[in-house]
């Protein structure tokens, strides 16, 4: 799992790659409180192009940096989903908390 | 010839052997002749199967888990991941979308997920006696073998 950033007019966007499972759920997401921390955006959006592969430990991470945006008064959406992730977030009905824009 | 080929792996509940479960489950499903999406499906099942037995059944200390895949006679995949942890007490409410008992890092969507991307679901679970989930899913066949 890596995550790559770019800031800029107070959004952050956080491209996740590789997979994003239990074992890396952890360390993903103690580097995105540090990156939410760091930049303070106002908007943040998590794209999920170079994401292999992910599971419900996933989901529990979107759903953490979802409430952390709310706390500081900004949004938070999904960008470019496909294949075996897209599937899940379409499975875990998390569009109703996190917007998710496919692109195409 | 498909019909009795069967995989049992046994492994110790480490985070780092949900890749390695997925994995080897997908390499086994790849005799079926599967699609991108079908791999995928599997993948995620048994991600979510093996990681309940690392965090729930085994909270705090390395237990044993069991990975059985076996092409029925049908032609159908059946997975199977055992563990001898914890059990659950109550299997409904535990298989509900939502409900978890793992705080804040878990989302409680596991079961749910499970049941979406495969075509049966079955969870048997006794309390300080461990936990069996079996799921089957039929593949397409996407061309005939030769
Ligand atoms: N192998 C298991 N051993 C003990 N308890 C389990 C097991 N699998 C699931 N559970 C229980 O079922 C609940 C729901 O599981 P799940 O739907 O995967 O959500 P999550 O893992 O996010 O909690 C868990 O919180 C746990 O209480
Ligand atoms: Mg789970």
Partial sequence: MNIHTAFSAGRLTLYLSGELDHHEARSAAGLIDQLLDEYLPRDCAVDMSGLNFMDSSGIAVIIRISRRLKD???RVWIENPAGQPRRVLDASGIDRLVPVAISR | MNAQNYIKLDFPSQSCNEAFARTAA???AAQLDPTLEEIGDIKTAVSEAVTNCIVHAYPKEIGRISM???ILPDGQLEISVRD???GIENVEQAMKPLFTTGGEERGGMGFTIMDSFMDRLRVRSAPGKGTTVVMVRAL????KRI
């Fill in chain 1, 72 to 74: 500081m008064g900004g």
């Fill in chain 2, 26 to 28: 997908a390499a086994f």
């Fill in chain 2, 68 to 70: 059985r895949l076996r």
């Fill in chain 2, 84 to 86: 001898w942890g914890c």
């Fill in chain 2, 140 to 143: 397409r066949q996407r061309r």
